[in-house]
């Protein structure tokens, strides 16, 4: 077997994009959780806002990888 050492790329993420989630019914173009982050719908792509904590929790996730990697 032959193993091969693959360098870490960085990604950066400037916003998130998806299809429209599970748990969204159809016809429905915006939902609001109860901790105040927000899927909405724009020009046929779901977007995702999130709240000032989980925003908090991701940037700090982001931060400990990057971290990681060096």
Do not use: A
């Given at each position: 077997?032959?193993?091969?050492?693959?360098?870490?790329?960085v990604?950066?993420?400037?916003?998130?994009?998806?299809?429209?989630?599970?748990?969204?019914p159809?016809?429905v173009?915006?939902?609001v959780?109860p901790?105040?982050?927000?899927?909405?719908e724009?020009d046929g792509?779901?977007?995702?806002?999130?709240?000032?904590?989980?925003?908090?929790?991701?940037?700090?996730l982001i931060?400990?990888?990057?971290?990681?990697?060096?």
């Open positions: 077997m032959t193993l091969f050492w693959v360098r870490p790329m990604i950066k993420v400037r916003k998130w994009e998806y299809c429209r989630p599970s748990h969204i159809d016809g173009t915006e939902f959780h901790c105040g982050c927000r899927e909405y724009e792509v779901w977007l995702l806002k999130q709240c000032p904590r989980h925003e908090r929790e991701t940037n700090d931060k400990r990888l990057q971290k990681e990697i060096k």
